[in-house]
Nanobody, 128 residues
């Protein structure tokens, strides 16, 4: 049974940093393409970034490029989202998700429908 559990969310002031973690169980993250998504109140869920778990290459949404990074730890079977220079508009529930492994460019649109498994989310609140 595939399970994803996010942690690390919280409240920070603008300009601050947070690192979110996603612990996977029931499968090895190296066998899937992993991603981070977020959903703010009243808005649609949007992709934040994806990572090719075979080579570590990543794609990030324009809104977070240069501020956020995605990484993984195969030994811990975990995914991470390091967020720097946070802005109030980054406030959202953040989710990690797993998709069938395929070339990164195929998942670059970061469409939710391409991802099979989802965590329960962790809340990030950024105050100005």
């Amino acid at each position: 049974q595939v399970q994803l559990v996010e942690s690390g969310g919280g409240s920070v002031q603008a300009g601050g940093s947070l690192t979110l973690s996603c612990q996977a169980s029931g499968y090895a993250i190296s066998t899937y393409t992993m991603g981070w998504f977020r959903q703010a109140p009243g808005k649609e869920r949007e992709g934040v970034g994806i990572i090719d778990t075979t080579d570590g290459n990543t794609r990030l949404a324009d809104s977070v490029s240069g501020r956020f990074t995605i990484s993984k730890d195969d030994a811990k079977n975990s995914l991470y989202l390091t967020m720097n220079n946070l802005r109030p508009e980054d406030t959202a529930m953040y989710y990690c998700a797993a998709a069938k492994r395929r070339p990164l460019w195929m998942l670059a649109p970061m469409a939710s429908r391409d991802f099979l498994y989802w965590g329960q989310g962790t809340q990030v609140t950024v105050s100005s």
